[in-house]
């Protein structure tokens, strides 16, 4: 049996570094005691919605479980299961941190994941989890700039970075921002925290009393010298959707340069365009899109 010294250790280790997780409380425990706790994964249930995973700890004689939505939450309540066996005093309270929601005005930016943390959040609210697209590529070599789009259930944010990973992770800050007001104890709908509305949908377009979106009803889209580009982004302003342009790298058949502008309405628009220079191709292909938008806001 460990004695009551050495409780009395870990008892005054608890309440001298109160920031401390289990899983270092116990580690640091371990390695005074030279009983370095050991993990084990006992039950791996991984569902739809909700995983279950369950750990065992082994630290000298004393062996504790721990049951999580993931495999750290489960490690982390195992190591407290543990720590409560080994607590001198019962009085002693230690709070295990929530992993699901990281407090940012008590940690540095630079330790968060927020790609973890919304998928943390995803599976504890029963959302289905988020998938993360690149949606485009662009920059020169030394200076690259990524985007990526972060869907979640109807909803999408985009992300921009220096790196496929970074503008992983500001999609999912983006997402993160939003749900800042949910207590993790709360299993919500998606619907009631970013709204009931699916974005700019072809519904929307066809009803909307927006003055760009009859305006372009009205239109012809061939007068010279428009310019489509700031149409289509006066547009997008007005009815709620973002707009992301992709250069082709490769010349078309006929050795024109090529452009896809993306359109974050719900269903996802994607348009082609073509032109004599990227600004050209970038053109013809809000032209494409607004004739697409045109044809699905007049229709019945």
Partial sequence: MIGSFLKLSLGKMITAKPGKTPIQVLHEYGMKTKNIPVYECERSDVQIHVPTFTFRVTVGDITCTGEGTSKKLAKHRAAEAAINILKANASICFAVPD??????SKQ???QLNPIGSLQELAIHHGWRLPEYTLSQEGGPAHKREYTTICRLESF??????ASKKQAKRNAAEKFLAKFSNISPENHISLT????HSLGCTWHSLRNSPGEKINL???SLLSIPNTDYIQLLSEIAKEQGFNITYLDIEELSANGQYQCLAELSTSPITVCHGSGISCGNAQSDAAHNALQYLKIIAERK
Avoid: C, W
């Avoid at 999408?156 to 970075?161: D, N, P, R, S, V």
């Avoid at 009631?192 to 709204?195: P, Q, S």
């Fill in 99 to 104: 992993p699901l929601m990281p407090d940012p």
């Fill in 108 to 110: 540095p930016k630079n």
């Fill in 156 to 161: 999408m944010e985009t992300g921009k970075g």
């Fill in 192 to 195: 009631n925290v970013v709204g």
């Fill in 216 to 218: 372009l009803k009205r």
